[in-house]
């Protein structure tokens, strides 16, 4: 059995968990690579922990320079993903709003607890970085090498590919009963720059039909995100070259309720 642990964030918080240490403007001034953005405070709050480890890892840290914006090193394609498809689901939210004061007014009535999965929105975040490492003759080739497979990386882009002839058919079978299916790909797959590196994310609804009962296994990643790592070895053909490949995937699973 694959063992699904706890991120441990004792060494570095997220720009939540450090918003108690420091005063955060009501508009966050970022520059992504490059590309300047300015978000809501309570826009980027709202985003899954899994995210925002990522993209804050020192918490929210203005340029030394010009103390204008924070430097960011994160795909803003990837962020833009993220804010459309939450500001998305918001809208589904208002949408069945009544059937929401129906069920909140009858908890009330009742005096039973609230359960956050029939009045918010529960989308599952699954992100993963692959690592890459290659075993070559020709070392004047590597940079060539690492830039081809990591381009035939992207274009592998099914994500449960590597998992189907596992013994992982559990941690399948709940993504599946939350809404994804077996043939999905990534939503978002790209190379990180200047790294052997492939991050890739996708966002889902968690399904009407099971919400209840599958949203409950997944509360414990609720604001807790979680991590599977796993290595595979493969053999790819480059340039007519055969090279061994080294993968080393690392899944990060949460569940965000809106």
Not at 24 to 42: E, H, Q, T
Not at 172 to 199: M, V
């Amino acid at each position: 059995m694959t063992v699904i642990t706890q991120i441990n964030n004792n060494n570095s918080g997220t720009i939540n968990e450090k918003k108690s240490k420091q005063h955060l403007p009501s508009i966050l001034n970022l520059s992504l690579r490059g590309n300047r953005v300015d978000i809501a405070r309570d826009t980027m709050l709202s985003l899954p922990e899994s995210i925002l480890i990522v993209m804050f890892p020192n918490g929210y840290v203005l340029d030394e320079e010009t103390s204008s914006f924070c430097i960011v090193d994160f795909n803003i394609e990837c962020l833009n993903y993220v804010l459309d498809y939450f500001e998305k689901a918001q809208k589904e939210l208002i949408h069945n709003e009544f059937e929401e004061d129906a069920y909140l007014a009858y908890a009330v009535a009742s005096g039973i607890p609230l359960n956050p999965l029939l009045t918010k929105q529960a989308i599952v975040v699954l992100r993963e970085e692959l690592e890459f490492f290659l075993v070559v003759t020709s070392t004047h080739m590597l940079p060539c090498f690492k830039q081809k497979t990591s381009d035939l990386l992207v274009q592998q882009d099914l994500i449960f590919e590597t998992l189907l002839n596992t013994e992982d058919h559990h941690l399948i079978d709940l993504l599946c009963q939350s809404g994804f299916s077996k043939s999905d790909r990534w939503a978002h797959r790209a190379t990180e720059p200047n790294k052997a590196c492939i991050s890739s994310l996708s966002l889902i609804c968690l399904d009407e039909k099971n919400k209840v009962n599958c949203g409950q296994k997944l509360m414990i990643f609720w604001k807790k995100p979680a991590k599977k790592c796993w290595w595979s070895k493969s053999l790819v053909t480059i340039d007519n070259e055969s090279i061994n490949l080294w993968s080393r995937r690392t899944w990060s699973l949460e569940l965000s309720l809106l």
